[in-house]
């Protein structure tokens, strides 16, 4: 069965990403296409990295962290890279949930500040001068 390549235009077609970030994801070595003369070609390994590339960007991984963690592989293979990605994603998972309390306490926040004008605009005590951000 022959490898399934993509150039350029096919690679940015089928990851919905711009020129411009594919180029830049190559610029800090996370994607390395063959080359002729001046075409890309991008195999299945480049399609799988920019897979995890996405869903890293994605989890909030920095594109260095996931160069980085990518290398492992390509130095040390599956197993220090699944060691790896489990400190990473436990170190993120505490940064996402600490985001997520912070996000709930607002949106009580804003909830009950809309309330509350949402009360004033009902009730007619809305007077010259009333701030409602309080």
Request: glycine residues 6%; proline residues 2%; neutral net charge.
């Amino acid at each position: 069965m022959a490898e399934e390549t993509l150039d350029f235009k096919a690679m940015c077609a089928r990851f919905d990403v711009t020129p411009r970030t594919l180029r830049h994801y190559e610029y800090v070595e996370l994607l390395q296409p063959r080359r002729e003369g001046r075409k890309r070609l991008y195999g299945p390994r480049e399609v799988a990295r920019m897979t995890l590339i996405l869903r890293g960007r994605r989890f909030g991984f920095a594109l260095e962290e996931i160069r980085q963690w990518l290398e492992i592989y390509d130095r040390q293979g599956t197993e220090a890279q699944l060691r790896a990605w489990l400190e990473l994603a436990d170190r993120q998972l505490a940064v996402l949930r600490l985001r997520q309390a912070e996000l709930a306490e607002t949106i009580t926040e804003l909830e009950g500040l809309r309330t509350r004008s949402a009360a004033m605009l009902d009730g007619g005590a809305v007077a010259e001068g009333d701030a409602t951000l309080r």
